[in-house]
C-alpha cells in the first residue's frame, strides 16, 4: 500500500474526492432505483483531489507520494 504523506505538515489522512460509479434506473415519475447491492464501486488515485485532514493543504493525491 502506498503511504500517501502531506508535503506541508508530513502528515498521512487525507478527505479525498472519489469516483463512484453506479447503475440507476430513473422512471418518469421522478423516481430511480439503484441497481447493484454494493452501490457501485469507489475508485480514486494520484489524480483525485486531495486535502490534508491536519494541515487543509490542498492538491493532488499524486503530490502526496512520498
Keep these: ?3 500517501y504523506t502531506c508535503p506541508k505538515c508530513g502528515g498521512h ?3 479525498i474526492t472519489v469516483t463512484q460509479q ?3 434506473a430513473f422512471y418518469s ?3 430511480h432505483d439503484l441497481l447493484d447491492d454494493a452501490h457501485g464501486d469507489m475508485e480514486w488515485g494520484d489524480t483525485s483531489e486531495a486535502v490534508c485532514s491536519n494541515c ?3 492538491g493532488t493525491l499524486g503530490e ?3
Design 29 to 31: 415519475n421522478g423516481e
Design 56 to 58: 487543509r493543504w490542498s
Design 13 to 15: 489522512t487525507f478527505d
Design 1 to 3: 500500500m502506498t503511504d
Design 22 to 24: 453506479v447503475t440507476a
Design 64 to 66: 502526496a507520494l512520498p
